[in-house]
């Protein structure tokens, strides 16, 4: 699968202390394995020229306070609050002054964000799609993505989940949906100008 690096962002999304080492509240192993696979796409991609955006996600304590309906805190328990260690992106990975770091509140990295903004004013239309967990904020940003007229692209290789099985379905509903996925081996960046 060819990508120009000048049109394509590696969007690792959600690769933070709370989710990825053994001291935060909603750990997995497989989102802390999932830290060697994002590091190396993201090495791959950075020496091609392709951008790096980090998501980050982050609750304020009282973000859910009077919600009608939605509320991750009573879903999965207070995680990744503002200003803790568990919103901190994961030692392991190369972050950089000149890569983009999104804070989203939700599943969706382009809900109430500025990343289609930032996308769309550095030329960028194709998006390898990496991180965790697969089958919620990965596959709701790649979603998101797709409605934009991105045109999003799940590393399965690359992807970090509570349940196997939770991972397989990501992959395989992406692909249904977007007929997007591919491997870290399996992308290859070349340039068209």
């Known amino acids: 699968m060819h990508f120009d690096p000048a049109r394509t962002a590696v969007v690792v999304v959600d690769m933070q202390n709370g989710f990825c080492h053994s001291d935060g509240s909603l750990y997995a192993p497989g989102s802390e394995a999932a830290i060697e696979p994002v590091s190396d796409l993201v090495a791959t991609a950075r020496e091609a020229g392709a951008a790096i955006v ?3 996600d982050v609750h304020p304590p009282e973000q859910f306070e009077g919600n009608h309906y939605y509320d991750e805190f009573d879903r999965w328990g207070e995680h990744v609050v503002e200003g803790s260690w ?3 992106l994961v030692d392991g990975l190369d972050v950089r002054d000149e890569d983009h770091v999104v804070v989203k509140h939700t599943y969706d ?3 109430q964000t500025e990343l289609e903004g ?4 550095h030329g960028i239309d194709d998006l390898l799609i990496c ?5 919620v904020c990965v596959l709701h940003t790649a979603g998101s993505a797709g ?4 045109r999003p692209v799940i590393v399965e290789d690359a992807l970090g989940y509570i349940e196997e099985e939770h991972e397989t379905y990501a992959v395989d509903h992406a692909e249904w949906l977007f007929g997007e996925v591919t ?3 399996g ?3 070349v340039s068209t100008e």
């Open 86 to 88: 568990e919103a901190e």
């Open 187 to 189: 992308v290859e960046f």
């Open 109 to 111: 990295a382009f809900h």
């Open 131 to 135: 991180g965790t967990l697969a089958n």
């Open 118 to 121: 930032w996308l769309d004013a």
């Open 147 to 150: 409605l934009r007229d991105f």
């Open 183 to 185: 491997t870290r081996e």
């Open 54 to 56: 980090y998501t980050r």
